[in-house]
């Protein structure tokens, strides 16, 4: 390594990393139900493309995205849960790694929440 | 990307609770379930709770899981890890209120520690250089070599009022500001680290080493920058195995990476790191001492003057700084000056780390802003004492130090009000006493140590405090007279005056205070002849009290010395004979006690 330059590009390639080993009550949440019954519906892939999502978003530093147990929809599994400090829960059901894909453009980006694919009632 | 990280403490005290057998069994367990391109596991170093150890966190849910077994990993993998349930049984209890897992940072232990020497500890992993770059390693370095010259770097360090974090206390930017100006004939000069913990009880810099070792590279090459060296020595205790090879292996990555070396970041400035083993004696500790170990020459202290900002290392002027000291470098050049002195006291800018030891229930690190009180360090972070037992003192300082009472307990923690009080900030070991410890006992144990590991270059050092320890072994033995209290104390200031180095000037000091705050025990030992704590065996008797014997014969039958028969005497309400113990054959082990299920046997 030469330059400053390189030093910070390997900073911002790890910060979100190790960025993400603190608790951080402050920013947004994206809670995966990981129950037997939300593995069984396809939970986990759902899950990974979070992660990688908000990683390539450069949010890992703003976003966390972990799992829970059961929420206790079964029949609406896999679903997420969305919070951010000051708002209301927004609760996705029956979702798929593309739809993950698009709750990430949509809500964490840009804060719109994707209507579609919330919870009935 | 992992989705979840797990970070399992590979310190040496998480170590020697079998964290590796930990850590293999999580990645066999991990891969068992298909899971190893999710969660990544991370050996870190020390995360402070070593009572508690083996320890793992599992991030992003900052989930504390405490003592826990190779048989307890799949339950985790399978339950937390896989299904996102937290196994709630293994969490460290503190912080599960009402059923519910709440932060770790909010728990006793961590909610009043500032950790900035200690940030990285168990939270890197420290065999990782890129790691430590994604919490802004090397950034400090980077700032000082291309925005900052050497004076702004000595100026900043000493408007930070950062002071040695190894023992007296003196202004690291005055160190730094002497070697630098001293001596301007453009030849070499020295960076050296002392790694040499040896006091009792303290392993604040086996910890920095283990868990965050850039920091210390990043923290030397500033201060080469700061001084025009361009060679630095890291002198290190070889009984710290994990601590040598980690800085190799950052040493080594740091090379890799071009941040030691020649022309760093293409400033032209060179620097680089040796590593030096200390082969085990206390004295090497002190500064000049060190260096002429580093010399290759057999480590003894010389005099002082010349200091070494004029004459060090190899004759040629040389900065010497603690580990934690170092620590706090890259973080007073990130953060600023007024960053670093709004913590802490009007003269001791900055945080501590403390070693708890002895008689607390929270064994461990800590780091505590200066100013903090031992009473919040011992009654909140260190969760008070164990069985219910009252406070009696403190020993801070090591051997070197001395203890602080319970009248003292709520005085603000720093260099200044320590030494006002009879103590030390030392290194940081903070050893518990509590109301079963003997002071003169404690006193003697350290001067044992000191008897031990003087060198025998001085006089007062070598045969004074082989004559204090007498004096004391004849006080816990009950021969002492009151004119012996005033030989130890005259001879503790003599020693105290007379010594060449630290070791012997400092040595007399766990007497001197207990002396001081604890008089009433020594007094106790020569006049009463007992000792109140009931720990000089030569001052007991063991009695039983024949209206609480039962005769039952447990004890005789373990006492090894055939001490204890049958009497002719039976208690009211009883059937067998009580029994006696001939104090002539007693050899005061205290077997009899722990086996007498009826109290009836006293130690007096």
């Known amino acids: 390594m030469k330059s400053l330059e390189e030093l910070k590009a390997i900073r911002e390639k790890m910060q979100g990393k190790v960025g993400f080993r603190k608790e951080d009550a402050e920013g947004m949440r994206v809670v995966v139900g990981m129950a037997t019954c939300g593995i069984a519906a396809g939970a986990r892939p759902v899950l990974n493309a979070f992660v990688d999502g908000v990683a390539e978003a450069g949010l890992g530093d703003k976003i966390t995205v972990t799992q829970t147990g059961c929420i206790g929809l079964c029949q609406y599994e896999p679903i997420v849960e969305i919070t951010e400090p000051g708002k209301d ?33 | 990307m992992y989705r979840s990280h797990i970070l399992v403490c590979g310190g040496t005290g998480c170590t020697s609770s079998g964290s590796q057998a930990i850590i293999d069994k999580f990645n066999y367990e991990l891969a068992k379930n298909g899971l190893e391109n999710e969660v990544q596991v991370v050996k870190t170093g020390c995360h402070g709770l070593c009572a508690l150890g083996p320890i793992a966190i599992v991030y992003p849910e900052g989930t504390f899981y405490s003592m826990i077994k ?32 709440t932060s770790i940072a909010d728990t006793d232990f961590y909610r009043k520690q500032k950790r900035i020497a200690l940030r990285n500890c168990g939270v890197i992993n420290p065999e990782d250089i890129e790691e430590y770059i994604g919490t802004r390693g090397y950034e400090a370095l980077g700032k000082v070599l291309t925005e900052m010259t050497p004076d702004e770097v000595v100026d900043t360090i000493l408007a930070s009022g950062l002071r040695g974090r190894g023992g007296a206390g003196f202004p690291t930017g005055r160190k730094w500001q002497l070697a630098k100006d001293l001596v301007k004939d453009g030849g070499q000069k020295y960076v050296c680290c002392n790694a040499d913990e040896g006091d009792p009880g303290a392993f604040m810099d086996r910890s920095v080493l283990e868990g965050d070792p850039h920091a210390l590279i990043e923290a030397m090459a500033i201060a080469g920058y700061a001084i025009g060296a361009s060679q630095g020595y890291v002198y290190v205790r070889a009984e710290y195995p994990i601590a040598v090879r980690r800085l190799e292996i950052a040493i080594e990555q740091a090379h890799e990476y071009g941040l030691l070396g020649k022309d760093i970041f293409g400033t032209g400035f060179d620097f680089d790191i ?9 004295v090497c500790g002190e500064e000049t001492a060190l260096m002429t170990s580093i010399e290759g020459n057999r480590g003894e202290p010389r005099p002082r003057p010349p200091f070494p900002a004029v004459k060090g290392l190899f004759e040629r002027p040389t900065v010497l700084n603690n580990v934690e000291t170092y620590a706090n470098i890259p973080q007073i050049i990130l953060n600023g000056v007024e960053w670093f002195t709004s913590m802490g006291t009007e003269k001791s800018k900055g945080t501590k780390v403390f ?57 603000p923690i720093d260099y200044d009000n320590l030494l006002a009080i009879g103590s030390m900030m030392g290194s940081g070991g903070l050893i518990v006493m509590d109301e079963d410890n003997c002071m003169v006992d404690i006193a003697k144990f350290f001067l044992q140590f000191t008897v031990d590991e003087s060198c025998g270059k001085c006089t007062p050092c070598r045969i004074g405090t082989r ?75 063991f009695t039983i009290d024949k209206d609480k014997c039962i ?33 002539a054959k007693c050899v005061k082990c205290g077997a009899c006690i722990e086996k007498c299920k009826f109290g009836a046997i006293e130690k007096k």
């Open chain 1, 89 to 121: 829960k927004v609760t996705y059901v029956k979702m798929t790694p593309d739809k993950a894909k698009e709750v990430i453009e949509k809500h964490l980006k840009n804060g719109q929440v994707v209507a579609e694919y919330t919870s009935v009632k």
């Open chain 2, 70 to 101: 190779v048989d307890d990993v799949e339950e985790i993998v399978t339950e937390h890890l896989l299904k996102g349930r937290v196994v709630t049984r293994l969490v460290y209890d503190e912080t599960v209120k009402d059923d519910k897992i």
């Open chain 2, 274 to 282: 040796g590593i030096r083993l200390g082969a085990g004696a206390f």
């Open chain 2, 355 to 411: 070693a708890l030891g002895g008689k607390i229930n929270n064994t461990g690190l800590v780091e505590v802003p200066m100013g903090t009180t031992l009473r919040e360090i011992v009654e909140e972070i260190g969760g008070g004492i164990p069985n219910g037992k009252k406070f009696k003192a403190a020993q801070t300082g090591g051997p070197s130090g001395g203890c602080i009472s319970a009248e003292n307990l709520d005085v």
């Open chain 2, 467 to 541: 004559r204090l320890l007498e004096l004391l072994d004849k006080v816990t033995k009950g021969q002492a007279t009151l004119e012996d209290i005033d030989k130890i104390e005259a001879l503790c200031y003599y020693i105290k005056d007379n010594s060449l180095c630290g070791l012997g000037q400092t040595a007399p000091n766990p007497v001197l205070s207990t002396l001081r705050y604890f008089r009433d025990e020594y007094i106790a030992h020569v006049v009463d002849k007992k000792c109140p704590a009931g720990v000089c065996k030569d001052l007991l008797s």
């Open chain 2, 551 to 583: 005769g039952c014969g447990m004890c005789a039958k373990q006492c090894p010395a055939g001490a204890i028969s049958k009497t002719d005497y039976i208690a009211p309400g009883k059937k067998l004979p009580a029994l006696t113990i001939d104090t």
